[in-house]
């Protein structure tokens, strides 16, 4: 019964999570990012304010690709992934991990829209990104266990961020998750080949 209710709330959870995203993503879409407030997409998605800063830290978070949920469980599975295992392997399978939770979300095709639409957009999901890097970079030193503030860890946790943007600007949201996780496959392996360029067309 426990694991019931606790399923339900979860799903509420979700569900709530995704209704302020869309309502976001269609706000931002139909009068451009600078003249929607949070109150605005609270209305639209008939939540309260608290309930919103309860899933997102400011507006512009709410259409976020990679919000602060997903990085912590891919901070969290890149931690657990055994220690004996690559550095890079290991992030290919902490990302691996981690993107069934981020294709479960919805609303791509409008959301792919919206960042090619509001440039200003573009920022904020570097800042997210580099935020996630940055913990990244701790959690590399500590499995490589190399000095603070070597290269090689910042150097990992750049090519991860990398590997993360250019796959999802590739993304065709139609090809599900089964495309989004071919694509990351292929650009780890380009990484792990040295970026070699490929054969050209003859």
């Known amino acids: 019964m426990q694991g019931a209710v606790q399923g339900l709330r979860e799903r509420k959870k979700i569900e709530t999570r995704e209704a302020l995203r869309a309502a976001a993503i269609r706000l931002f879409l139909e009068h451009g990012p600078s003249a929607v407030t949070v109150n605005d997409i609270c209305e639209a998605a008939r939540v309260s304010r608290r309930t ?14 990679w919000d602060q949920r997903l990085s912590d ?7 657990a992934r055994p220690s004996q295992e690559p550095p890079l392997t290991a992030l290919r399978r902490a990302m691996d991990d981690t993107l069934p939770s981020f294709a479960a979300q919805t609303g791509w095709h409008a959301r ?11 920022t904020k999901i570097m800042d997210a990104v580099l935020r996630l890097e940055t913990r990244l970079v701790d959690i590399l030193t500590d499995r490589i266990g190399c000095p603070a503030g070597s290269l090689y860890p910042r150097l990992l946790a750049a090519a991860t961020g990398s590997i993360f943007r250019a796959a999802f600007t590739t993304w065709s949201p139609e090809t599900g998750l089964k495309g989004l996780r071919l694509l990351i496959d292929q650009a780890f392996d380009h990484l792990a080949a040295g970026l070699t360029a490929p054969a050209s067309r003859p």
């Open 52 to 65: 919103f800063f309860n899933y997102f830290e400011s507006k512009e978070a709410a259409v976020f690709a």
């Open 73 to 79: 469980e891919f901070a969290s599975r890149l931690a």
């Open 112 to 122: 792919k829209k919206l960042f090619s639409a509001c440039p200003e957009l573009r």
